[in-house]
């Protein structure tokens, strides 16, 4: 049966998020005007779809690192759940990068709705960076299905009757040098 919606893009960036470089503190991706507020029981329906796309640069050291990305709510109550939808620590590459692109793409479903809300998420996340991916000219960028190195699950428990704030956090790894990371794109769409 159909849920009689349309798919709507809740928000984009208009500018780049400012650049993270050197710090291992979970940190927003995003410029303040691309957080974006879900209204009280958004997720009011089982099935009901949230869609991040988002792109930007990265910088590594020629040496072992990660990354991490994930999705973070901070309801009314200021409750801030992180790991709504989570990359999990993925390794990158020992070859050393400079301002390389990378795409990830976040698809998260509302399994749970009320008091302990859960999202079913799975994703993707390109880019030369990934560890093993060739340099360009000798066969491009390689990929990471999300989570990292895990079965697909359910994403942190929020409650979905409160207005949720949405944001993008990325980790950077505590081994040696950090790599440096930049958003230049980014939209949350709603898919239903």
Known sequence: MSLVTWQETLITA??????VANSTT??????????????PNFFDTIGKQLLIKATGRISLPASATTARFDINF?????????????????????????NVN????????????????QLQFQGRWESEAVIGSPVPTAGGSG????????????????????SQQVDL????NTLGTPPSVQLHQYSLIALN
Do not use: C, H, Y
Not at 103 to 108: P, T
């Open 14 to 19: 208009q500018v780049d998020g400012t650049a």
């Open 26 to 39: 979970r940190t927003t991706l995003l410029p303040p005007q691309a957080v974006f507020t879900l209204k």
């Open 74 to 98: 901070l309801d009314s109550a200021a409750v801030n759940v992180i790991g709504v939808a989570d990359s999990g620590v993925m390794s990158l590459n020992t070859a050393g990068k400079t």
């Open 102 to 117: 990378w795409m990830l793409e976040f698809l998260m479903t509302a399994r749970i709705i009320g008091a302990v809300a």
């Open 143 to 162: 990929f990471f299905t999300l989570p990292f190195n895990a079965a697909p699950g359910l994403g942190a428990a929020f409650n979905s009757a409160l």
């Open 169 to 172: 956090r990325f980790t950077q």
